[in-house]
């Protein structure tokens, strides 16, 4: 709930309104992902110390097959970072022009694709074949886990109910943000599940 409270534009007018609009473009999205990071990891901790019991643990090739399907996970996952561009995806240009006093440039949003100097989307790598790759890419690690306990099947429940919510809010903001353009893209890639024939990459 706070995740997404703070993805809202609601509150990021909200610090702008306080904070001035230039140190919102510097400064929300890293702040936004130091949440992120602390918030999750305190969950993690809680959900560990919890009592749980297995409810299945694979062996032999079907263990090294959902062990091949995390990395294609993890791989996917990197893809989107690379093609959005982990600097900024982390919010550190525009922290950058803040402290250097020159203008600063605006954030990315939602977790991409996001948009080159020239204004054209950069659509390539694994957005070419699915619209919300890191998001695909966090579901396959988590039910792709070779032993599966019942705290970790409720949080994989739970999280891939939240990327699917998500996901659709994140399409409402991008579409504000890019607009035509993003509704292009859009029209000719699948929303979670990824193409895996060969697309024309755009970017």
């Not at 659709?168 to 504000?176: A, D, F, N």
Request: hydrophobic fraction near 45%.
């Amino acid at each position: 709930m706070l995740h997404s409270a703070l993805a809202d534009r609601r509150a990021k007018e909200a610090f702008a309104r306080r904070f001035g609009t230039r140190a919102r473009d510097a400064w929300y999205r890293p702040l936004f992902n130091a949440q992120a990071v602390v918030a999750t990891a305190a969950l993690a901790a809680w959900a560990w110390r919890q009592p749980d019991r297995t409810l299945y643990a694979t062996r032999g090739p079907l263990r090294a097959l959902l062990r091949v399907g995390q990395l294609a996970g993890l791989a996917l996952g990197a893809s989107a970072l690379r093609e959005a561009g982990v600097a900024r995806f982390a919010g550190v240009p525009g922290a950058w022009d803040w402290v250097r006093g020159a203008p600063v440039r605006p954030p990315m949003e939602a977790q991409g694709p996001t948009d080159r100097d020239d204004g054209v989307l950069r659509t390539g790598g694994a957005f070419a074949r699915v619209r919300h790759p890191l998001n695909t890419a966090f579901a396959v690690v988590l039910w792709c886990s070779p032993r599966m306990t019942v705290n970790l099947a409720a949080v994989s429940a739970v999280s891939t109910i939240y990327l699917l919510v998500g996901s659709v809010r994140e399409e409402q903001r991008l579409l504000q943000r890019h607009g035509d353009a993003y509704e292009a893209y859009r029209g000719g890639r699948p929303f979670l599940v990824p193409l895996l024939s060969n697309y024309q990459e755009n970017g």
